[in-house]
């Protein structure tokens, strides 16, 4: 059991050895991290991210799209639930503001779960987030309708839409 441990912790110490470098050339603090309740923390390595970066030249319908998508394609699956039904309930009726917002507060935060407990309100938004959207999402989430939302919405209905 000893040993085990032993090697786990000179693996660890390598491989933070080995992510120095990178970590230490970027100027990003965005970073992900997998956090357990029970871990010692010595065996964490810090992912850098690119840090985020607002897309203020793009076209509108193109924003729409790729907000869509990447409402859809979350790194948990109860973020691709919740954020998909609201897409298809609210995107396409948002000012250009709005997608500004709604962009920053899902593409900024490198943690999925940041956002998930800001939309429950398991923990405050940061004043960064706070907003209209987040208002709106949070209302949302609180499917007064007892909506079924078992799952991410069929894209059926955006051809609809286009019709």
Known sequence: MLSSIIAK?????????AWRPAITGMGSSR??????PDDSRFDMIEIPLPPWEEKTDEPIDIKRRRLLYESRKRGMLENCILLSLFAKRYLNTMTYSQLQQYDRLINEPSNDWDIYYWATEAQPTPDVYQGEIMDLLKEFTKNKNHEQRLDAPSLEYLEEESK
Do not use: E, K, N
């Open 9 to 17: 912790q000179l693996v660890t110490r390598m491989c933070q050895a």
């Open 31 to 36: 970073g992900y991290r997998g956090d357990t």
